[in-house]
């Protein structure tokens, strides 16, 4: 697998910062800046560690779909927008209706709305997506990497089943830092 330019350094330098604590937000007041700056960095570095089913030429925009609370988008776009993953540009997309998710490489659902999240991940694996979310069960619901919440830092969950179904190759080098659940389908 192809890694890009990336170094084994620099993601152990994103995953250090992924692992510091941080203080979540409370359901009354937005979420803290730092929490989706960390986010954000390891979105990057699963886009850097990831293979798609049918690469893009270079130089076409890998996008990122956003879908759910609106706050996380700047936050997004200022991390990652044009950054270069494997000579192609970073582009964050916020989505709105579900109809055609094909636009995407990734789709990043902010939200904890299980029907939402649902309607998501189905239009999701038609598209050959990676799925990245935040809810507590969004592995049981079908997605394939989950952000969450140990001991006051953030870490991730990847749902091997859901990987294979959607085609996208991770990294061992990345998953190594994470919780692997479930076998790839046979």
């Given amino acids: 697998m192809s890694l890009g330019g990336t170094t084994i350094r620099s993601l152990l330098?994103?995953?250090?910062?992924?692992?510091?604590?941080?203080r979540f937000a409370t359901a009354s007041e937005p979420p803290s800046e730092p929490v989706d700056e960390i986010k954000s960095a390891i979105v990057l570095s699963f886009l850097r560690y990831s293979?798609?089913?049918?690469?893009?030429?270079?130089?076409q925009p890998i996008t990122v779909g956003v879908i759910g609370r609106a706050s996380l988008l700047p936050v997004l776009r200022r991390?990652?927008?044009?950054?270069?993953v494997n000579s192609r540009p970073v582009r964050i997309l916020e989505v709105?209706?579900?109809?055609?998710p094909h636009c995407c490489q990734v789709i990043y659902l902010a939200t904890?709305?299980?029907a939402e999240i649902q309607q998501a991940l189905a239009g999701a694996r038609s598209a050959h997506a990676l799925t990245i979310g935040e809810a507590d069960k969004f592995l049981e619901y079908g997605g394939a990497v989950n952000l969450i919440l140990l001991d006051g830092r953030i870490g991730f969950e990847v749902s091997l089943e859901a990987l294979g179904r959607s085609g996208v190759?991770?990294?061992?080098?990345?998953?190594?830092?994470?919780?692997v659940k479930g076998r790839p389908p046979a």
């Avoid at 709105?96 to 055609?100: I, Y």
Wanted: charged share 20%; aromatic share 4%.
């Fill in 169 to 179: 190759a991770i990294s061992s080098k990345l998953l190594r830092y994470g919780q």
């Fill in 51 to 59: 293979e798609w089913p049918e690469p893009a030429p270079a130089g």
């Fill in 112 to 114: 904890g709305k299980t």
């Fill in 13 to 22: 330098a994103v995953l250090l910062l992924a692992i510091l604590p941080v």
């Fill in 96 to 100: 709105k209706t579900l109809s055609d």
């Fill in 79 to 84: 991390a990652l927008e044009g950054k270069l």
